[in-house]
């Protein structure tokens, strides 16, 4: 079964979160990859619909391709609960100390 050059593609980016199009190029025939110009440019575009990608031109001739990280954002309300919980398990342990001397 192959992959899809997508997913394989995907796969290189990721192992080094930023390349240039050129580097991109040479590490797909570096793998044995043949692709076009106008498929690799198409692969591109739909990876950076999906959002799993970032595509930005570096200078005229070169573009930086970079893999797209999820920042998880925490709640502040969470952020709160979990700071009153732990303030009393502490104030229960401290209890707990009182009450055993």
């Given at each position: 079964?192959?992959?899809?050059?997508?997913?394989h593609?995907?796969?290189?980016?990721k192992?080094k979160e930023?390349?240039?199009?050129?580097?991109?190029?040479?590490?797909?025939t570096?793998?044995g990859t043949?692709?076009?110009?106008?498929?690799f440019?198409?692969?591109?575009?739909?990876?950076e619909i999906?959002g799993?990608?970032?595509v930005s031109?570096?200078t005229?001739?070169?573009?930086?391709?970079?893999?797209?990280?999820e920042k998880?954002?925490?709640?502040e309300?969470e952020?709160?609960?979990?700071d009153?919980?732990?303030?009393k398990?502490?104030?229960?342990?401290?209890?707990?100390?009182i009450i055993v001397?």
């Open positions: 079964m192959t992959i899809p050059i997508r997913n593609l995907l796969d290189i980016i192992q930023n390349y240039t199009d050129k580097e991109l190029e040479k590490a797909l570096k793998d043949v692709i076009t110009e106008g498929e440019n198409k692969v591109l575009l739909d990876l999906m799993l990608i970032n031109w570096v005229k001739e070169n573009r930086r391709i970079e893999a797209v990280t998880i954002e925490e709640d309300y952020v709160q609960i979990k009153n919980l732990k303030w398990a502490a104030s229960k342990a401290t209890a707990k100390k001397r």
